[in-house]
């Protein structure tokens, strides 16, 4: 017997019962942003190496452990996405979306980083990516907190905390790295073995640290709000002015940084304690630096980037609803004159009914078979047609969900009209 293959580590199936969830939340998701008038763009998830190193920095945990990397049969190294923003950037540079215009932006899809699965953490995982170029002010960085906000109080969830703080620019966070260099140096006994690793190249990782042996360290440290330059420091007190107007709490975290070396001014997470260590639900902020580092002109950018699974995980810890994909109707075909007559009825009600979701006994049965079948797809009717309401031009219909609801009888004739209201279905 042949041995079985199985998914790769860290790669999973979605499988037909969570399918349901994922479309529902991805519904909500293209729904809201279209009402904010965001448009899709939809990039190749295999870009070249070289991509990465310049957009994401060489130094960073994502190129330096995490890629997926390899040669291609030409010899030329490619590299599976592990984020959308420098796709995106690329994108927009190739076809001249940038220039003297104003993008709002969106994706969704997977992305991969080879790194150790855990609850939260996957190898392929899915993101919604949401990007905008061309605005220079906190005006836009506080319309994506808005619209997250938003998203937040759609999907019912609770208990989401954020957290801001901002990075100031690429020339007073130098000044900031090397006073961190110099602190953490004279503690350098004291840090953990990735600290010292990432001292000199990317210091200010340190300050988010899980390590209790550094974290004290960490927190002592001084702080970047010190070395904000003017500009910086109106700009956050202006975002922070707008939140506080739009009745949007936030928690400002001077120790909050991002991962990624293109982050400029304005960083934000949003936070929840009811998924362990995975606690970061959606992260973004401004990278005004990033087009013109890709070979593009000088062009203001901010966004933010949530992870689906981690989405939905937390609505199922909340309970939160999600709408499922069951069929509204399940059409029972009782005897074998039964079953052509109930296809062209069904293709007639899909007709005349656009939003009816019907699904049709098939392969057979006998009626107790086949309204096991009903109940299991767990549709709020059924519609039964057999020899004898064939005969009498007639069509039973029996709610599901209801145990002392009692079967009826409908005029085929007037089965459109009897389900439009009992479903409360328009035509249209």
Known sequence: MAKTIQSIRGMHDILPEQSAA??????????????????????????????????????????????????????????????????????????????????????????????????????????????????????????????????????????????????????????????????????????????????????????????????????????????????????????????????IEYLINPRLVRGLDYYTRTVFEWVTEELGAQGTICAGGRYDGLVKQMGGHDTPACGFAMGMERLLELMQVQDSALNATRPDIYLVLAGESAIPQGMVLAEQLRTALPKLKLQVNTGGGSLKTQMKRADKSGASYALILGEHELAAGEIGFKPMQNAEAKQVSFKLTELNQQLATQLQITNH
């Open 22 to 247: 994922w479309q529902s939340l991805e519904s909500t998701v293209r729904q809201l942003l279209s009402r904010y008038s965001y448009r899709e763009i939809r990039t190749p998830i295999l870009e070249v190496t070289e991509l990465f190193k310049r957009a994401v920095g060489e130094v960073t945990d994502i190129v330096e452990k995490e890629m997926y990397t390899f040669a291609d049969r030409n010899g030329d190294s490619l590299s599976l996405r592990p984020e959308g923003t420098a796709s995106c950037v690329r994108a927009g540079i190739e076809h001249g979306l940038f220039y003297n215009q104003q993008q709002r932006l969106w994706y969704t899809g997977p992305m991969f980083r080879h790194e150790r699965p855990q609850k939260g953490r996957y190898r392929q995982f899915h993101q919604v990516g949401v990007e905008t170029f061309g605005i220079q002010g906190p005006d836009i960085d506080a319309e994506l907190i808005a619209l997250s906000a938003r998203l937040w109080q759609e999907l019912g969830l609770k208990q989401v905390r954020l957290e801001i703080n901002s990075l100031g620019t690429p020339a007073s966070r130098a000044v900031y790295r090397d006073k961190l260099i110099e602190y953490f140096s004279a503690h350098f006994d004291q840090l953990d073995e990735e600290a010292k690793q990432r001292l000199q190249t990317n210091p200010m990782r340190i300050l988010d640290t899980k390590h209790p042996l550094t974290r004290p360290i960490a927190d002592a440290a001084p702080s970047l709000h010190d070395y904000l330059d003017p500009e910086s420091k109106q700009h956050f007190a202006q975002l922070c002015s707008m939140l506080e107007a739009m009745g």
